[in-house]
């Protein structure tokens, strides 16, 4: 399925997942999307997998370049290897959180480790970007990794938050952020029933797997639904079911994005792809083969 949809009560729309190819392998891309182009300060969200890659296969995304937003990598099965231009090599597992801060510029890559391809290896996740305000978009490039268990968790009666990023439920994640938003990862087991606090003007929660009702309206699985300011959301799961939310307090202005770019500049993603074109952005220790920029 694919589109939009524009439901009654407390759902302003949903945003149904399109399939992208990535070169051989499958994202259902949700975020940005032409009636909506971003969700407080989240301009792309892509679930990535399940998928079961054979023996020796894997992901193998080549170093490419990113400005004006911070990466957010987050898996529920598999693992990957990050590296970048800053010199990082980190491995990211289910539960963790990359968070990369491009500003002016950086480049990275993101592959399955070696020592999972002999066997074959699955992965599942979720990999959003957060543009950052006009006043931070030129900042010096940042890699953090924060692992599962430096993530707080808030549990009620059939419940589990993972916090990502921002405060949520009396908890407050360890990432740093450039902005008032809000990011969580969240399992429901049926009959299970989640209140969206009305603290942020802009809201999302895209539901990963399972069926909710909100309002009694049922949502399923590959759906974000965006949620209306200051309305009181009540979330019930009719399965076993997961959520990601996301959203927060929109930026001062429009941001234009072309490629892996983002800005609120025209004239910088022009100078961004004479940048890359022209070897600016530092190479990726152990990478060869960059990405060309898109004709």
Do not use: C
């Not at 407390?10 to 940005?32: Q, S």
């Not at 399940?50 to 693992?79: C, K």
């Not at 399955?112 to 959003?128: E, K």
């Amino acid at each position: 399925m694919s589109g939009l949809l524009e439901p009654d009560g407390p759902v302003e729309m949903v945003i149904l997942g399109r399939a992208r190819d990535l070169g051989g392998f499958e994202v259902r891309r949700v975020l940005p999307f032409a009636q909506r182009r971003m969700v407080g300060p989240f301009i792309f969200l892509d679930q990535m997998g399940p998928v079961d890659f054979a023996a020796s296969a894997g992901l193998d995304v080549r170093a490419h370049p990113h400005i004006g937003l911070s990466t957010v990598t987050y898996l529920f099965d598999g693992e990957l290897t990050h590296r970048d231009s800053l010199g990082t090599e980190q491995v990211i597992r289910p539960g963790d959180v990359n968070w990369m801060t491009a500003g002016s510029g950086i480049a990275h890559s993101e592959r399955t480790p070696a020592a999972l391809r002999p066997g074959g290896t699955r992965l599942y996740g979720i990999q959003s970007w957060v543009a950052l305000p006009a006043a931070v978009e030129e900042r010096t490039p940042h890699f953090a990794h924060h692992g599962k268990t430096a993530l707080p968790v808030v549990e009620g009666e059939g419940l589990r938050v993972r916090l990502i990023a921002g405060a949520l439920y009396g908890a407050r994640s360890p990432v740093a952020t450039a902005s008032d938003l809000f990011h969580a990862d969240v399992a429901m087991e049926p009959g299970a029933r989640l209140d969206i606090p009305a603290d942020w003007i802009e809201r999302a929660a895209y539901l990963v797997s399972g069926a909710v009702t909100i309002e009694g309206q049922a949502f399923e699985a590959g759906q974000m639904m965006v949620l209306k300011p200051d309305a009181r959301i009540m979330v019930v799961a009719i399965a076993t079911s997961r959520l990601m939310l996301l959203g927060g307090e929109p930026l001062e202005g429009p941001r234009y994005i072309w490629w892996n770019f983002v800005s609120s500049s025209k004239d910088r993603l022009e100078t961004a792809k004479a940048d890359w074109r022209g070897g600016r952005f530092g190479a990726v220790p152990g990478e060869s083969d960059p990405l060309p920029l898109p004709e």
